[in-house]
């Protein structure tokens, strides 16, 4: 099994910063892509931003130019979410999220705990 562990989440004054970190470990072969989705009370879970095992970033237009998503080079089983300028509306639970061969031939898709984020005004 594949595990994945958030942290970093709290609470932030508008304008503020955070960083979110997430480890994964269990039986892992390759990680093909990790990232960052969220959900906001009510709403539906959303893609935050994702990074590919060549380094390939995608953000959701919300975010663009705030945050950067970011991965260790050396094992490529940590992603990293630096979240700048913070604003009210970021305010939601973080997951982490893997695409993991744990083996040659088998890939699942993996979901961590979750964060809380709240963004105070």
């Known amino acids: 099994q594949v595990q994945l562990v958030e942290s970093g989440g709290g609470l932030v004054q508008a304008g503020g910063s955070l960083r979110l970190s997430c480890a994964a470990s269990g039986f892992i072969f390759r990680i093909n892509a990790m990232g960052w989705y969220r959900q906001a009370p009510g709403k539906e879970r959303e893609l935050v931003a994702t990074?590919?095992?060549?380094?390939?970033?995608?953000y959701a237009d919300s975010v663009k130019g705030r945050f950067t998503i970011s991965r260790d080079n050396a094992k490529y089983t940590s992603v990293y979410l630096q979240m700048n300028s913070l604003k009210p509306e970021d305010t939601a639970v973080y997951y982490c999220?893997?695409?993991?061969?744990?083996?040659?031939?088998?890939?699942?898709?993996?979901w961590g705990r979750g964060t809380q984020v709240t963004v105070s005004s």
């Open positions: 990074v590919t095992s060549g380094g390939s970033t995608n």
């Open positions: 999220n893997a695409d993991v061969m744990t083996s040659y031939r088998a890939e699942g898709n993996y």
